[in-house]
Antibody, heavy 117, light 107 residues
Framework: EVQLVESGGGLVQPGGSLRLSCAAS????????MHWVRQAPGKGLVWVSR????????RYADSVKGRFTFSRDNAKNTLYLQMNSLRAEDTAVYYC??????????WGQGTLVTVSS | EIVLTQSPATLSVSPGERATLSCRAS??????LAWYQQKPGQAPRLLVY???SRATGIPARFSGSGSGTEFTLTITSLQSEDFAVYYC?????????FGQGTKVEIK
């Protein structure tokens, strides 16, 4: 069974940093591109970032470019999202997602990040 | 950036009836469109990809159609567990974008 388990969310002050993790199991993690998608409270889904299967290539939404860094450790089947210079508008549930061929085939349960003073 | 417009925003349907959800793209996305279902407090779940292919384990009452800029998700004979928010997503161009969602509620 495919499992994606996010952790690391919480309350952080504006300008602060947070690192999210996503532990994967039940599939050949190192073969898949992975993404982060976020959802602000009561709002829709927004793609944040993607990483290729070996971690050599990343891509970011303009809204987080230069502030977020997406990485992976295929030996540990784990993703990381380092989030710096956080803003109130980054408040959201962050989902790690498996790429099934452009679409998102499996989703984690999400971790809530709240940016507030 | 491709904008996806879903209609209606809210659809009120009685159990057992059919629901038809629309997703319109601001430019062609070929057949690179997916549909997701999200229930309160849960992560989204993939229903349809490639505009019309059902994901593993998705009941046959869910069907997708369309190509180019006009897409439809049809749910025949709505069950109680189908009341949720539905999102379309295009993966033809970067950045991948989602529609704003259609809420299917009990009439």
């Amino acid at each position: 069974e495919v499992q994606l388990v996010e952790s690391g969310g919480g309350l952080v002050q504006p300008g602060g940093s947070l690192r999210l993790s996503c532990a994967a199991s039940g599939f050949t993690f190192s073969s898949y591109w992975m993404h982060w998608v976020r959802q602000a409270p009561g709002k829709g889904l927004v793609w944040v970032s993607r990483i290729n299967s070996d971690g050599s290539s990343t891509r970011y939404a303009d809204s987080v470019k230069g502030r977020f860094t997406f990485s992976r450790d295929n030996a540990k089947n784990t993703l990381y999202l380092q989030m710096n210079s956080l803003r109130a508008e980054d408040t959201a549930v962050y989902y790690c997602v498996c790429d099934g061929g452009g679409y998102y085939s499996f989703w984690g349960q999400g971790t809530l990040v709240t940016v507030s003073s | 950036e491709i904008v996806l417009t879903q209609s209606p925003a809210t659809l009120s349907v009685s159990p057992g009836e059919r629901a038809t959800l629309s997703c319109r793209a601001s430019q062609s996305v070929s057949s690179n469109l997916a549909w997701y279902q999200q229930k309160p407090g849960q992560a989204p779940r993939l229903l349809v990809y490639g505009a019309s292919s059902r994901a593993t384990g998705i009941p046959a009452r869910f069907s997708g159609s369309g190509s180019g800029t006009e897409f439809t998700l049809t749910i025949t004979s709505l069950q109680s567990e189908d009341f949720a928010v539905y999102y379309c997503q295009q993966y033809n161009n970067w950045p991948k974008t989602f529609g704003q969602g259609t809420k299917v509620e009990i009439k």
